[in-house]
Structure formats: C-alpha cells, structure tokens
C-alpha cells in the first residue's frame, strides 16, 4: 500500500487543527501524497472535487469550519472518497459531542479516529476527557468500538499504548509504537493525515486503517531509538516516516 500512495502521489484534502496543520501536511507530503489545507466553504466542495480523501479535524473547532466540513463532506460522498474524521476533543464539552454527533448524522464516515475517552464519549458510554487527553472510559474499550463501528458505518480507531481498529465485525490490535509519541503535539492529528492518506488508495478503509496505524508505529520506534526529546523525536518521526515510504523494504502491516 505504500508503494500505491508513491506511484499514484494522493491529493489529500485538509480541513483541519490549526495547531498542527504544518505538520499534518508534512507528514502527508513525506509518505508520498499530496497535502492541501482549504477551509473556506466556497471552495472545499471543488477542492475536493480534486481530492483521493478528506481528513476532517475538529481540534480548533469553530461554526464557521463546521460549516465547511460538512459542505466538504458531501462533496466527498458524491464523488465516493473516503472521509476521515478525528473527533478531537469530544466528550470535553457539549459543543464538541454535538459537532461530532452532527458530522456523523449527516455525513457517510469511512474512518471515526480518536482516543479511548473521545470515542467513548462520541459512542455514548461513560467517559471523562480532560482538553484534548483521555482521563477514563467505562466499559471494554474494543468492544465499545465495534457497537460504534457498527451504529456509524465506519471504521473506528481507537488510539493509546495499544491501538485498536474494528470493522463492526473485525479487530486489529497494534502494538508498534512508542511512549514517546505521545510526549509530541499533533502527534494524533498526523496519524489521522496518514489514515487519510492510506484510505485514498486502498480497496477498503479497515486494511487502510490497519496498514496506516502500523506504518506509523514502526516509523516512531525507529525515531525513538535516535531520539531522546520530544522535538528531535518529532523531526525523526517525519524522517522516518519519509525513509520508510522511500524504502524497497515492505512494512508489515498484516491483520491479527
């Protein structure tokens, strides 16, 4: 699949966490895709009309960039790419549940991201989220995802120490990664660009998603092993991220 996304050169469209933008486009650039950042409701829906896939972000949230992404997101329905959300947030306050609630109900998602406490909330169990951390989720995580999974027609990912990606009926648990990834900002918000990123040249979003989130686990185990802070670490991560996507070797992303 990563050969697919340095042939075929994805554009991916962005309507995304001004907190990380630079990075997400990036990281998109360095897998081989083609990143584009447009916001403005007059011109996503012909942006997309360009586009392999979407990646909505609601890390900075507000009415207006709601507005866009759900023009944005019919747009992609139309044409048939895949949507990515990454449900930022969600759960810390009632704007942001409702937002996620409205993008879910309006649009067809290929792939909901989000941490345990984020997809706790947007799945409707018990869940405490501090900012943009998960503080606590009641209730078997994997299994919350998959009853999710199967009320939003999507693939849902679960990010943490271990991440967990369900079909409805399929369970994917990866465990490459490093602790150091989340001592990063945006490090969340990169993930969702390559989830896009894989999405925009894959047969289904699961082996997409599954392929992606691997893919990334091994990039920062490599940053990690020449990195000891947070901001060389981040700089290696996207040099790896760009030596694994360059390199003639296969990255394992196979199905547990």
Request: net charge neutral.
């Amino acid at each position: 699949m990563v050969r697919k996304i340095r042939l075929r050169a994805p554009l991916v469209h962005h309507i995304t966490n001004w907190v990380t933008i630079c990075d997400c486009a990036q990281v998109t650039r360095s897998v081989g895709a083609l990143p584009i950042m447009a916001h403005m409701k007059d011109e996503v829906a012909d942006m997309v009309g360009l586009s392999r896939a979407l990646v909505l972000n609601i890390g900075t949230l507000s009415g207006d960039l709601l507005e866009s992404m759900l023009v944005a997101g019919r747009a992609a329905n139309s044409k048939k790419i895949p949507i990515v959300l990454d449900i930022v947030g969600c759960g810390a306050t009632p704007t942001r549940s409702r937002a996620v609630e409205k993008l879910i109900n309006c649009l067809r998602l290929s792939i909901i991201k989000g941490n345990s406490g984020e997809i706790g909330a947007a799945a409707g169990a018990e869940a405490e989220v501090k900012g943009v951390e998960s503080i606590s989720v009641r209730g078997d995580i994997a299994e919350i995802a998959m009853r999710f999974s199967t009320a939003a027609g999507a693939v849902i990912v679960v990010t943490g120490a271990a991440d967990i990606i369900t079909n409805g009926k399929d369970v994917h648990i990866c465990n490459s990664g490093h602790p150091m990834m989340s001592k990063v900002v945006g490090t969340g918000c990169m993930a969702a660009s390559l989830l896009g990123t894989f999405a925009g040249v894959a047969d289904n979003c699961f082996d997409a998603a599954v392929c992606a989130m691997n893919f990334y686990g091994i990039a920062g185990e490599k940053a990690a092993s020449e990195a000891l802070t947070p901001m060389a670490f981040k700089a290696e991560l996207i040099d790896w991220i760009y030596r694994l996507a360059n390199s003639d070797e296969p990255v394992k992303c196979s199905k547990k």
